[in-house]
């Protein structure tokens, strides 16, 4: 291949990460959330995060240094949005049965970066821009032939970008197994399927691994989440079963400390864990003195979840069911707490900003979300009934998916329709329902029908190659391009 033709990408592919940019340009601020001030908190200097993995800031960190003040914030989010675009391209050339021309692909996936969620993530600082390139990375991935090149690439950025969200992991996981039995489903042998596992399972590993090693080497807790427990103390007090159990326990097993404060715990979930002095969980879990004491009130938590669900497993899977029912049809997007929440000077990212970066401060402070100027009605009418109208279509494009014996375009389906419903699952069991947490994936759902539907109508072309049904390609795999 020529250098022109390796070449022949760049500019389209430099359009559609500005695409992806527009709402943040709009905003005259990368876009934010309450939380990202923890990401720049590690970003920008010593700190490490409690409540959530710290690999999405460390990630930032070198972005950041690359310029002074908001600029360094405009490189993190451009080459976050880059990677995002990257993946895009790469995803529609896998299904590109016939090699169509850069321009047509890029109209093809521009409605993506137009018409849903997508632009409102990848250009916000948060690891939700990562969370369904993710998802395309595994299907990109796991529908590939074991030995192929550039597969070490592939998992290697699925590592990367899983570390970054304690959610990712299933999420991974589901994509993965859901891209592998796609592929049987329309044709492939299990022997090179069980074959495909293996590297999933080895990512699925090291992401384990990495989330461990760090919190046992910064926080001294040798787990995944160390205070995962906390947060599920509070979804399981709202839903009504720590109360009970602790009417039952307390003055017998359950841990006294804990049923001294009992009263004073809000039994909203957002209330008990972020409402500052209204809620001892401040002065206990995320400011102690000293910190150690901490991890004494995580444990007692931990002890009274295990005995409220053991004591109520039915009652906690109903809970569990109503919230993923809820969450799964819940993805408005921007979905930001600003206005309040971006100019509150006591915490989040304007208190990041002003201790980190105080030059930053005036331009956050100037942008619409801290305006609350952004024409949230605006986007939800449009973004809204097309996540709307492809989660109806969705299931249609796995059955025709299959009728047909088109393996990519089965297990691409497959693979998005798994991540959309173990996310929903894993917010409903696990936290609160807010609408960020399936808008983050539900655009994966139009860009899917894009793409399946632009291979389709590729595929019925004239002069073009007969589809043969449940054959792969000479790599092995069911997708025509890397």
Not at 274 to 279: R, V
Request: glycine share 8%.
């Amino acid at each position: 291949m020529s250098a022109g033709e390796k070449l022949r990408p760049v500019v389209p592919i430099a359009l559609l990460t500005l695409l992806l940019l527009v709402p943040a340009v709009h905003n005259g601020f990368p876009l934010i959330f309450p939380d990202s001030g923890t990401y720049l908190g590690i970003a920008f200097g010593p700190e490490y995060a409690l409540d959530r993995s710290s690999y999405y800031g460390l990630l930032l960190k070198p972005l950041v240094a690359l310029g002074p003040g908001v600029i360094g914030l405009w490189i993190a989010v451009a080459v976050q949005a880059l990677a995002v675009a990257l993946v895009l391209w790469a995803v529609a050339g896998a299904l590109d049965a016939e090699g169509s021309g850069r321009w047509r692909r890029l109209a093809w996936i521009a409605p993506a970066a137009l018409l849903t969620a997508l632009p409102w993530h990848s250009g916000q600082l948060m690891p939700d821009a990562l969370t369904g390139m993710l998802v395309l990375l595994v299907w990109l991935a796991a529908s590939r032939a074991p030995g192929r090149s550039g597969n070490l690439l592939l998992w290697t950025a699925i590592v990367v970008a899983a570390l970054t969200h304690y959610t990712h992991l299933p999420l991974l996981l589901a994509a993965a197994a859901a891209t592998l039995l796609s592929t049987r489903a329309a044709g492939r042998g299990w022997r090179l399927g069980l074959r495909r596992w293996l590297p999933a399972l080895a990512a699925a590993g090291l992401v384990l691994a990495g989330w461990i090693v760090a919190n046992g080497a910064v926080l001294g807790r040798w787990t995944v989440s160390p205070t995962g427990s906390v947060f599920l103390y509070a979804r399981l007090n709202e839903d009504g079963l720590i109360g009970p159990w602790l009417d039952r326990h307390c003055g017998r097993d359950a841990p006294p400390r804990l049923c001294a404060i009992r009263g004073q715990l809000p039994r909203d979930s957002q209330q008990l864990l972020w409402t500052g002095a209204a809620t001892p969980v401040t002065d206990l879990i995320w400011h102690p003195d000293p910190p150690e004491a901490r991890w004494l009130w995580v444990d007692m938590m931990a002890q009274a979840n295990r005995g409220a669900i053991a004591e109520r497993p039915g009652q906690f899977l109903l809970s569990s069911l109503r919230g993923f029912a809820r969450q799964l049809v819940s993805f408005a997007p921007l979905d930001d707490e600003c206005p309040n929440s971006c100019r509150d000077p006591s915490g989040g990212i304007t208190y990041i900003l002003g201790r980190y970066r105080p030059e930053t401060v005036p331009a956050l402070l100037a942008s619409h979300q801290s305006q609350g100027t952004t024409p949230k009605a605006l986007v939800r009418n449009i973004v809204m009934p097309v996540a709307i109208l492809a989660l109806l279509l969705l299931p249609v494009a796995l059955v025709l998916a299959w009728r047909r014996r088109d393996g990519p375009a089965l297990s691409l389906a497959a693979a998005v329709t798994a991540a959309l419903l173990v996310n929903a699952a894993l917010a409903g069991a696990l936290s609160d329902v807010h609408d960020r947490y399936q808008s983050r994936l539900v655009w994966l759902a139009p860009f899917a029908l894009l793409m399946i539907a632009w291979r389709w109508r590729r595929l019925t072309l004239p002069g073009a190659h007969p589809y043969v049904r449940g054959a792969p390609d000479k790599h092995g795999d069911h997708s025509s391009a890397g």
